[in-house]
Nanobody, 121 residues
Framework: QVQLVESGGGSVQPGGSLRLSCAAS????????MGWYRQAPEKERESVAN???????DYADSVKGRFTISRDNAKNTVYLQMNSLKPEDTAVYYC???????????????WGQGILVTVSS
C-alpha cells in the first residue's frame, strides 16, 4: 500500500557529507512521524533522527549538530542531511514512516529497504 524508496547513500571520506532521501508512494491518505534509523555490522538498529508531522525534531546524541532531518509533505519525502561524517556513522540507514493508507485505515509503520552509507578514508 505504502512503499518507501531511499536514495543518496554511498561512500564518503571522513568529514564529508551525504544527503539521504526517502520518498513514499502508493496509497497515502496521511503521513505522521517520519524518521531514520541505522544498523551497523553486528549492532542493534538504532534511531538516528525523527520528525513529527508538525516539524518537531529529535536526534540521537551521537549525531546532534552534524545531522539534520527535514520533510517535504507535498512530496511525501523525508531527508537526512549528514555532515562531518565519521567512520562510526558507517551503517545501513533505514527510513521509517507512520502512514495511513486510506481514511478507512489507521496509521501503521512502514520501513524502507535500507541504504548503505560507508565512511572511510
Amino acid at each position: 500500500q505504502v512503499q518507501l524508496v531511499e536514495s543518496g547513500g554511498g561512500s564518503v571520506q571522513p568529514g564529508g557529507s551525504l544527503r539521504l532521501s526517502c520518498a513514499a508512494s502508493g496509497s497515502i491518505f496521511s503521513m505522521d512521524a517520519m524518521g531514520w534509523y541505522r544498523q551497523a555490522p553486528e549492532k542493534e538498529r538504532e534511531s538516528v533522527a525523527n520528525i513529527t508531522s508538525s516539524g518537531a525534531t529529535d536526534y540521537a546524541d551521537s549525531v546532534k549538530g552534524r545531522f539534520t532531518i527535514s520533510r517535504d509533505n507535498a512530496k511525501n519525502t523525508v531527508y537526512l542531511q549528514m555532515n562531518s561524517l565519521k567512520p562510526e556513522d558507517t551503517a545501513v540507514y533505514y527510513c521509517n514512516v507512520r502512514a495511513r493508507p486510506t481514511i478507512y485505515h489507521w496509521y501503521s509503520e512502514v520501513w524502507g529497504q535500507g541504504i548503505l552509507v560507508t565512511v572511510s578514508s
